[in-house]
Each structure stands twice: as C-alpha cells, then as structure tokens.
C-alpha cells in the first residue's frame, strides 16, 4: 500500500477501494513519465509507518521533497464498484424536464487534482456569461455557462461526467462478430450512414459489440462498441465511422438521460439537416426571457445580429437554430448554434449562449493560435473542403465573407413564429413513451445503450446514455466524416457544417 515516485510516497487506500483502481487513477493523470520507484526521506519514515497501519479510504500523498502532505478521495474502478441502485423517479408536475439532483458535495466526490476524474475546474469572467471549464485531460472538458458561477460549475461537472461516461465502456467488449453472422439481433450499421472513411464496411466485417435497447421494440439490440461510446478502442481494420459524443445524455434516471440525448439528437438532426438542404427557415418570435434579450443585446454592441430560426423538422421535437451575423470588415462574419427542447424557453437559450459565448471566444482562439485562424489558412480549407478537420476548423472556415453564399439561404422572410410548447406531461417516462411512438409513425428505432458508472449512479444519482436514433444526421468533425446515403437527407449543398 506504499508507493514511491521520486520525492513523492503515497500510502493507501486501506479500505473499500483498492490500490489498483487508486494507481490506475492516478497514472490516467500523471504525466507520461511517473515511475513508480524511490524511498521515503528518513524524515517522513514515521509519519509513512503511522499512516500505513491505519485504515481508510483515501490515498494519502506525501512531497517529501517540499513537506507537503495532500490527501485524495479514490472512485472504484471496474474491480471495486458495487453494484448500480438506479433511480427510476420520474414523475415531473409542471412539465419539468429534470428530477432534482440534491448531491451536496458533488465536488469533492469528482475532483482531485492527482486522481481525477475531474482534475481542475476554471472559470473564464470576460465571457457574456460566467463560464466554467472542467477539466478532464488536455483534450476533454465539460463546460457550464450560466448566470452565475456557482451554478455553471455545478453544469459544468455534469457535462464532464457525462463525457467521462460516454468516452469509453468500464469493461470493453471481448465478443467480436459481423452483423452478417449476428443478422436481427444487432443494428445493421448501413443505417448509421456511411462516409468516405468508412468505405471499407461491409457486413461481413468484425468488430466488437455493446449492449443497447430499443425503446421502439422493446427488446434488446447490439450496437456497435465505436458507436456505443465515442472513444472506446477500436483497432484501425474495424473502424468504419468516426463517432462523437452525439446523442450522450445525463440525468437523475436512465429515462431522463435518454430524454436529453434524444434532445440532442434531435437538435443535431435538425441542424445538419437544415445546412446540408439548404432549407429556408422562418425566424422565431422570442418570449419575455431576460437572458435572451441580454445576449441580443451584447452582441448588437459587437456589431452582430443575433437570428433565432426555427429547425423544428419530421422528428417533431422543437429545434431552434441561431445565427450571429454581420457585415462589419474585419470581423468573422458568422456565427451558428443549435438547440432542441420540449421547453421552448430551454431550447432558444441553450442555442443563444452556445452562439454569444462563441463569438466571444472566438477572438481568444485566434490570437493563441494565429497561424491556424489566418485568412490565408481558411481560404485553403474553403477551396478545399477535405483539409477541414478539426471542430474549429468547421466555425473558422465558415466566418470568411466568401461563405455568406453558403448560408445565404437559410433565413425565410415568412413573418415571424412563436415556437410550441409540449409540456404536457407529469412524468418523464410518459413523455418518451410519446416521443418513441412519434418516431416510430415515421419509421425510426430509438435505441439507447446504458453507460451508467456504477459509482455516479449510486454516489451522485446520476445515469448516462447514448441514444441512436438511425436514420438521423449526427454531428461529425471533419468534413470527410459526414454522413451521406440516408433517405432523409435531402442533399443540396455539401460545403462543411459551420456547428460549434
């Protein structure tokens, strides 16, 4: 239970977690280089002995080069997590859309800046909105923005858990077949769409498998793991489309999980769908909301318009898509975001903050990294759309004057509309039944595969989700990586999506 890494000693965990989960934990965030090798200073041999023999649940870091002494709450890996109690409350009065989460010290359970999952959380205070980043590598965060710090942390924490969750299985699949030898047991995934770098599929391909369920059958149904869980391992001769955190979803039950990830791919669909049709779309009326006329208003002070359009389309669910725009030289010139909600109020100010807080941040980006925001660079990837590969590569591209053309379309001059409420429900799972049952008039599976971690399930309440709903757009990076030969899709311009 005594571990050496230079100057640093960690003695523990001794009780209901082992030191496998601990190291595994802490290697996941230590640099590449940490050796466990050493000995404790003479002077610390004491402390190390008294702190050996006692038990607990924690493990406790020693800097014997600089004295300091830290101690660190362990989350049990695969071996020592018990088993999941899922809570399944879901009544809602008043047409709520979530169940409330009263987990106090929601912090202290998820970060820790030695064992993760959560290493750091930072707030960002010249944004239109307080924002917070919760950190979980160099490369995956979870944000918040809100009207206040405290509740964007809060947000931002989930939205880290919910990518945590969705990144990669606890126990990777070890049965490998072909949808050829599985035949209706498994999603055929010829009804994800295919791409350019997915042409290799073809059904006699193996790959490996994760458990889902159609809520439109009411059975059980295999999904592809790299579909299941966007940054699960898959050996480079399986792969055969690029996935992304599309349709994961977060919530105080599994039902409401699977409500938001519906909620988000739905608001992706409507998105894709829109951009790649070419699709006018009417500008919504927007209601008394003071967050909404707040961002309208900061943005009108940085010389953009700021267009709510209604994206609402065959799925049925609302969805709002915003454009910030202008004709100002020297500025970006556009802006997009998307949002999808039963609440209208929801959906108009999650796509509001998502556009606003871009513009904003936009700015940032471009003087950190000054050679990938260059005009000269953009003009390259508007020239040739294959060299678009990254998320900022899809926003930068398409902020260049010589891409209005590209969304020129988009705004209809029908007179303004207000978009639907459809609260009409008291519990969540009356309100997926309705959801299910209005896809499955229009011949789409909702299929959702559990991602829940036992530890957050029975430690913070919370389920995680991967919804698919095949026949739908979902949001891929990198222009070679969208999704073509679905019946939906109406394709009338191809050029690279602009979503953030």
């Keep these: 239970m005594i571990r050496h890494d230079g100057g640093l000693t960690l003695v523990g965990p001794a009780a209901n977690v082992c030191v496998g989960c601990a190291e595994t934990a802490r290697l996941a965030e230590a640099p590449p280089n940490a050796q466990l090798k050493g000995l404790t200073a ?59 989460n009263k987990t106090a010290a929601l912090k202290d359970a998820v970060v820790d800046f030695r064992h993760g999952p959560i290493t750091a959380l930072y707030r960002t205070g010249n944004l ?57 047991e498994a999603l055929d995934p010829e009804r994800l769409g295919l791409n350019d770098f997915g042409d290799t599929y073809h059904p006699g391909l193996r790959m490996r498998w994760a ?62 769908m829109a951009w790649y049709g070419q699709t006018p779309l009417t500008r919504i009326k927007l209601p008394a909301d003071r967050l909404l006329h707040h961002l309208a208003d900061r943005l009108a002070e940085l010389g953009y318009e700021l267009l709510f359009l209604n994206a609402t389309n065959d799925l049925g669910i609302p969805a709002v898509l915003t454009l910030a725009r202008t004709t100002r030289p020297g500025l970006p010139q556009a802006f997009f975001a998307a949002g999808a909600s039963p609440d209208p109020t929801k959906a108009l100010q999650s796509a509001a903050v998502e556009v606003a807080v871009d513009v904003e941040a936009f700015a940032d980006r471009a003087r950190e990294n000054p050679e990938n925001y260059s005009r000269e660079r953009l003009l390259q990837l508007f020239e040739d759309p294959a060299q678009v590969r990254s998320m900022d590569d899809h926003v930068a591209v398409n902020t260049l004057p010589e891409a209005r053309e590209r969304y020129a379309n988009l705004v209809s001059e029908e007179p303004l509309q207000a978009l639907p409420d459809q609260r009409t429900h008291t519990d969540l799972r009356e309100l997926l039944d309705r959801y299910t049952q209005d896809l499955a008039a229009k011949d789409l599976e909702l299929i959702a595969v559990d991602q829940s971690d036992p530890h957050t399930v029975n430690t913070l309440g919370l389920h995680s989700a991967k919804v698919v709903v095949p026949g739908t757009l979902p949001m891929t990076f990198g222009h070679l990586h969208r999704r073509t030969g679905l019946p939906r899709l109406n394709l009338r311009a191809g050029h690279p999506h602009p979503f953030p």
């Design 42 to 100: 003479p002077a610390f041999r004491p402390l190390v002995a008294a702190l050996e023999n006692h038990e607990h649940d924690t493990v406790i870091a020693i800097r014997t080069d600089l004295g300091l002494v830290s101690t660190h709450r362990i989350r049990p890996g695969t071996c020592c997590a018990p088993a999941a109690e899922p809570h399944e409350n879901t009544k809602t009065p008043n047409g709520e859309l979530r169940t409330p």
């Design 128 to 184: 239109p909105l307080a924002t917070v980043t919760a950190e979980l590598d160099s490369h995956t965060a979870g944000y918040g923005r809100t009207t206040s710090f405290e509740q964007a942390e809060r947000v931002a924490i989930f939205e880290a858990i919910e990518r945590l969750n969705g990144m990669r299985p606890r126990r990777p699949a070890t049965h490998e077949a072909s949808f050829a030898e599985l035949g209706p």
């Design 211 to 272: 458990e889902g369920w159609s809520y439109t059958r009411e059975k059980p149904i295999l999904v592809p793991e790299q579909v299941a869980y966007w940054a699960a391992y898959t050996p480079p001769e399986q792969r055969f489309v690029h996935e992304t955190s599309n349709g994961c979803g977060l919530g105080n039950s599994l039902t409401e999980a699977v409500l938001h990830g519906l909620f988000e791919v739905a608001e992706r669909d409507a998105f894709l």
